[in-house]
């Protein structure tokens, strides 16, 4: 079996009302699988990524695409922050804003 490697972090800043939500993410695993639409929230007790979800019909949001265990959840948190953290102190030049209604 093949390592899991992150290839790829693509993060977008996003602007609204919501102070919480400081950006998107997408990442990319052994260059040839994408996990799109992670969040990087601003929690009570530090920055955070939130895995993408949906709402069900019951109106709960469940995750659509998780981690299975703690060593892969603290690998994609800590590169996805790095990430974020990279782009803002470079002011997120280049980045198009997730509030600007494009995807990747």
Do not use: W
């Not at 899991?4 to 400081?22: A, F, G, H, M, Q």
């Not at 939130?50 to 603290?74: C, W, Y």
């Amino acid at each position: 079996m093949s390592q899991l490697e992150i290839t790829s972090v693509n993060v977008r800043p996003y602007e609204s009302d919501d102070e919480k939500l400081k950006a998107f993410a997408s990442i990319v695993f052994n260059n040839c699988f994408i996990v799109k639409d992670l969040k990087v929230i601003e929690g009570n007790n530090g920055r955070f990524v939130a895995m993408p979800s949906r709402r069900g019909k019951d109106g709960v949001f469940r995750d659509i695409a998780h981690p299975l265990n703690q060593e892969t959840r603290d690998l994609i948190e800590r590169t996805v922050l790095e990430a974020y953290e990279k782009e803002a102190s470079r002011g997120f030049q280049g980045s198009r804003r997730a509030s600007d209604g494009l995807d990747d």
